[in-house]
């Protein structure tokens, strides 16, 4: 199954190699990992999104606890939660049909288009990973130019909070 | 008081109450070096490799349970140390490798001997450090041992930047007692609740078993160990790493399981209804095939470190916690409860135990006119009362030692079981010898293993470290030689050590004693003079039987009441039979 972990991880240059490192040498999956500093410049949040059984995702946020450098991890995937993805693409945009039709289809995504040219536009959409997806899928064949993902994030629906 | 980053180094570990450092020196340390000879607190053992000081610092450790600690250069001091680094990681032994590394500035450059240790040593540490700034160093030390030594011990690498340790820059410098760190606290004590229930089922069981292993030494709770399991009657079992938490010569001990384990020990796993793994990791050469591990059995495991519970085998009754602290608090519960245990099916188990334990498995023959090698470790075993320190490589001669060698106390047997090292011996003597200079300390050793780390005979005599080497020469690679004999019909693919030394003369260049013997009838006598020699290195070369096998063994994808067996043992069998299937 899919999970979505967050982590509260020192922010010191090493983390990120012990986290990836813990990844790689023990075969586990990173679907997307993104961090950054959080408002305490001590500290940066991190969101790894990973595929596996109960058994090896209980794994995984054992070693992840057992990191000297992970102060707290939340399996999001436990409760209620909101998932969050950015994507830019760049698109191939020639001729008014064309233009007009992409428009139409950003317009029922909520996607925006922030950059344009004669011949491309450049989108940004925001959602799950499963509505980037499917806006891709209904773009034309081979007008895709180029995409950036973040990966997801995630946080807790209600009070709770993943804090120190 | 004013300090260089050297001097806080070396103020530190004296304050630590480091004893001993072993350590090679180089570009990287040499500030280091120099602040070191204008003091003589702590000892600097200098190795011949940094692969020795390694294990000689985690022989130390093994055998005293404090901290071992290593000083190598950067580079090529710090990849040698990798192999030392990664043998304690996976024993989870305390020690704390301080590396030099090229000046600040430099790093990135690909600077003269420049490696990134922090890299290099991630995957086999329990944490590393790179010190940044002088204001952190003392901090950073302070961390390091508290991670290397709390929780499930293991290395901790400390690299500092040549400029760190610069004599001209000195800043006042006051010893860390105490340190706080927000995202590591190591549970000490287990669940109430998981304890009580623990102690039910295990008054419950009809067919109990004990399955201790090295968490138990590590945590210092043998005591607490043998009064649980003496309160329980039950039958105990350890693996590897755990021999001597519990009495070797003690009835109710069975043995080593596992790959080379007793017939009995893994008999008894198979059919066993509660388990109770003490301290053990479940690792794969006990385990053996985990679809077929301890079919019958209801199963409870004390663990410090939570990863380690439900890893490879799911447990029932999981406790988190120092193991020496829930063994008190299960003692306790044993001594209120109103519960008993079923007297009569405990005699029945016993009964059938007993069965086992008739076929003797691991008889030999002893009309043999080599010398057998278990025959070595018997001798071994008389000579030096079962008292002795005693080290090993890896090999045959190491499941030898370990089935042949009951020890009744923990921390005497230094082996290196999770990573299996070939030439962590002879160090891992020296280690031990330092520690305890009155104590026999014996290495056995195969001809193969010792030469990975054979430099060592010079340090033995710089630092008068008089260890007895006990070489099982079987003129192979013996353990390769047994597995191509059962798995790949006999073809002896460059397992045979051709072109070997002559031992007796090599140690007898290195200024130790050598003596060779290749008699059985000689065996005894030799082996008390080796041992009288208080201060001399002795190598003893002891010819043995080429085609001899490690039994009992567990194979591949089998279960653990599936066990290939000796031809002595099958003699033994007939009177008995044991293979049926309790229910
Ligand atoms: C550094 C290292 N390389 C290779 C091995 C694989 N290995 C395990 S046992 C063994 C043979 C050891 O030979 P020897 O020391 O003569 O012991 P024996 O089995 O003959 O008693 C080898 C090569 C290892 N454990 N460690
Ligand atoms: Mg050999």
Known sequence: ??????????????????????????????????????????????????????????????????????????????????????????????GEAKRAEIQRLSDIFRARIIDVTDSTFSVELTGAGAKLDAYLKTLPDGDVIETVRSGSMGIIRGKKALTI | MELSGSEILVQFLKDEGVEYIFGYPGGAVLHIYDALHRQDDVKHILVRHEQGATHAADGYARATGKPGVVLVTSGPGATNAVTGIATAYMDSIPMVVISGQVPSAMIGSDAFQEVDAIGCTRPCVKHNFLVKDIN???????????????????????????????????????????????????????????????????????????YSGGGVVLGNAANELREVTRKLGFPITQTLMGLGAYPGTDKQNLGMLGMHGTYEANMAMHQCDVLFAVGARFDDRITGDTSKFCPHARIIHIDIDPASI???????????????????????????????????????????????????CLAYDKSSPHIKPQSVIESLYKVTRGEAYVSSDVGQHQMFAAQFYPFDEPRRWLNSGGLGTMGFGLPAAMGAKMAFPDAD???????????????????????????????????????????????????????????????????????????????????????????????????????????????????AGAGHNDMEISPEHKKNLGAVNPEGELA
């Not at chain 1, 500093?37 to 606890?65: A, C, F, H, W, Y």
């Not at chain 2, 003392?138 to 929780?151: C, E, N």
């Not at chain 2, 690299?159 to 004599?167: F, V």
């Open chain 2, 136 to 210: 952190n160093l003392a901090d950073t030390l302070k961390k390091a041992f508290y991670v290397a030594t709390t929780g499930r011990p293991g290395p901790v690498l400390v690299d500092l930047p040549k400029d760190i340790t610069a004599p001209q820059i000195k800043i006042p410098y006051q010893f860390p007692k105490k340190i706080k760190m927000r995202s590591y606290n190591p549970t000490v004590k287990g669940h109430p609740r998981q304890i009580k229930k623990a102690v039910e089922l295990l008054l419950s069981a009809r067919r109990p078993m004990i």
């Open chain 1, 1 to 94: 199954m899919r999970h979505i972990i967050s982590l509260l991880v020192e922010n010191e240059s090493g983390a990120l190699s012990r986290i990836a490192g813990l990844f790689s040498a023990r075969g586990y999956n990173i679907e997307s990992l993104t961090v950054a500093t959080t408002e305490d410049p001590t500290l940066s949040r991190m969101t790894i999104v990973t595929t596996g059984s109960d058994r090896i995702i209980e794994q995984i946020t054992k070693q992840l606890n057992k990191l000297i450098d992970v102060v707290k991890l939340l399996d999001m995937t436990d409760g209620d939660f909101i998932e969050r993805e950015m994507m830019f693409v760049k698109i191939r945009a020639e």
């Open chain 2, 310 to 360: 439900s890893k490879n085998i799911n447990v029932d009754i999981p406790i988190v916690g120092e193991v020496k602290q829930v063994l008190a608090d299960m003692s306790k519960l044993l001594a209120q409860t109103e519960q008993k245990s079923d007297a009569a099916a405990l005699d029945a188990w016993w009964k059938r135990i007993g069965e086992w334990q008739a076929q003797d």
């Open chain 2, 441 to 555: 300390v014996a290495c056995v050793t195969g001809e193969g293993s010792i030469q990975m780390c054979i430099q060592e005979l010079s340090t033995c005599l710089q630092y008068d470290l008089p260890v007895k080497i006990i070489c099982l020469n079987n003129r192979y690679l013996g353990m390769v030689r047994q597995w191509q004999e059962f798995f790949y019909e006999k073809r002896y693919s460059h397992s045979y050590m051709d072109a070997l030394p002559d031992f007796v003369k090599l140690a007898e260049s290195y200024g130790h004693v050598g003596i060779r013997v290749e008699n059985p009838a000689d065996l005894d006598s030799v082996m008390e003079e080796t041992f009288a020699m208080k201060d001399r290195v002795v190598f003893l070369d002891v010819i043995t039987d080429q085609t001899e096998n490690v039994y009992p063994m567990i194979q």
